[in-house]
């Protein structure tokens, strides 16, 4: 009972299950299972240059760098639980629980939510691929669906709904589930061999504008945002008010993809060596991430230039393949109407299709694992800690499952996404904070890989930086969309009052109470004080501020 029961012993608490994940991975391994993030880029990128116009590819750069700068934070708390998994958010709140034994769960859950609709957001856009290769925009099954519910007072025009994307894309994602049972060393194995061909198209595309000298100046500068007239326009506008509105929610919209290569922390549990694996693993993942997002925007507006990025099609992503296996063509110096101009773009597709399946199994290892480390610390369900023979958190990877079943029936998936992404910031201001405190209060623990103070810092800052994105930026992606993701982050509060009063009568398990810190009279460390509390009221009046901002210079609507 932390918070109120500061003396809790070990012997108060409930016995850990006996399944357990199996230590069958190195850093290596950990890298190839969280090779799927740079296609992610694939998922926002069509939105966030039909956003914010020219711009778009320093934003892409400026948020990559901003997410290595962050995940050194992660290494280090990762470093301070080698024996837990589920990544990130599971740190994170082992900070927060002495402080509040509600904010704690709101982190790993928000990271939850952030991730798992990934599975939906990436089927979705292979199976829109698909569609556009076979069919015409105009054929009757391109229209064709039935109706399920409405769900207008969420979003105007938001609705359940079966139509060919979503049936293609539930079978993407039941060959993904599939793949997964073999426990997360096979599953690895797997992604490796994906990647190898995968990533090729990704870093091809970045590479060949650079190599051939094809960045026309006018398509990149100048630095201004997208302005649209009373007819719906577009040009050139300026840094004021609402450019700056703009450029948050550019910022707020690339971080759900930038930031998620954090996910190769999931696995510290399964690492042979964790002080080794962990600070490598997220490392080589950020350099890989680094490489792509900054190369691929910048090769897709070049080649495009603003008119072209302003087309419905780049918006929603499904054009955006076709996009980018013309960079490829006019590369290699084919016509596009040739026979070998159609092979190689239909190859490039298929492969881009591959590698958002890449992200799928990359989003469901981690989610997955974030469920089975959160059921055996105490916040969700008992059920969600079960795994099989292999290692594999099975019962989580099918609550993964059919959650996301459910969300391939949403007739709006970028609105799902961001509604998703508020989830993500809350989750990244979290565990950017719990670096410092963790640091205050279990100073002393030894921690295989220290993030310098000073990175450590600008980690911190970079959490408050997110929340001002948020703030002024979460509903340029569409009106109410902050809203709704505060709503989805308070979802927690039953499902955690449930569990822990319900199901464990207000008792925290085993596996939770054992890794905090304590005084020598037995009582939990919180040598932080009152300084998380006033880290969560700055953070709620900034969102705030930033908010109001947003509404008094105009707030646009993304698309």
Known sequence: MIGEDPAITPAMTLAAPAGELHRSLDWKGAFWASSGVPAGVLLTMGGIAATIGQPSWVVWIASILMGFIQSFVYAEIAGLYPHKSGGASVYGAAAWLPYSRFVAPISIWANWLAWSPVLTLATSLAAGYIMASLFAPDAAIMAWQIKLVDLGFVRPGLSLRINAVSLIATAFLLLTFALQHGGAARAAQAQKILGLVCLA???????????????????????????????????FGSWNGYGLVLLMGAMFGAGWSTYGFETAVCYTREFRNPARDTPRAIIASGVLCILVFALVPLAFQASLGLDAMLSPSIYDGSGVAQALASIVVKGLGLVASSHAGVLIANLFIAMLILSLLLIVMTSMMGSSRTLYQAS????????????????????????????????????????????????????????????????????????????????????CTFGFV??????????????????????????????????????DKGV????????????????????????????????????????????????????
């Not at 091809?204 to 302005?227: C, K, Y």
């Open 201 to 235: 198209p990704l870093i091809l595309v970045g590479l060949i504008p650079v190599f051939t000298g094809n960045l026309p100046r006018e398509h990149l500068f100048p630095l201004l945002p997208m302005l649209r007239d009373a007819a719906g326009h577009a040009g």
């Open 376 to 459: 055996l610390d105490g916040w969700l369900p008992r059920y969600l800690s079960r795994v099989n023979s292999h290692g594999a958190p099975t019962a989580a990877m099918w609550t993964d499952l059919g959650f996301n079943l459910i969300l391939l029936l949403a007739s709006d998936y970028f609105a799902v996404l961001m509604i998703s992404n508020v989830c993500y910031l809350a989750f990244n201001f979290l565990n950017l904070q719990a670096g410092w405190i963790h640091r205050i209060d279990r100073g002393d623990k030894e921690r295989p890989f220290r993030c310098p103070t000073w990175l450590l810092a600008l980690g």
């Open 466 to 503: 997110n929340m001002a994105f948020m703030g002024a930026g979460a509903d340029v992606w569409g009106a109410g969309t902050l809203r709704n993701g505060l709503i989805a982050l308070l979802l927690i509060v039953p499902v955690f009052a449930w569990r822990h009063y319900l199901q």
């Open 508 to 559: 925290f398990p085993h596996a939770l109470v054992e890794d905090y810190a304590r005084n020598s009279d037995g009582t939990m460390t919180r040598r932080a004080g009152w300084l998380p509390w006033l880290a969560l009221a700055g953070c709620a009046a900034l969102i705030a501020v930033t908010h109001a901002f947003a509404l008094h210079h105009g707030a646009p609507t993304a698309g």
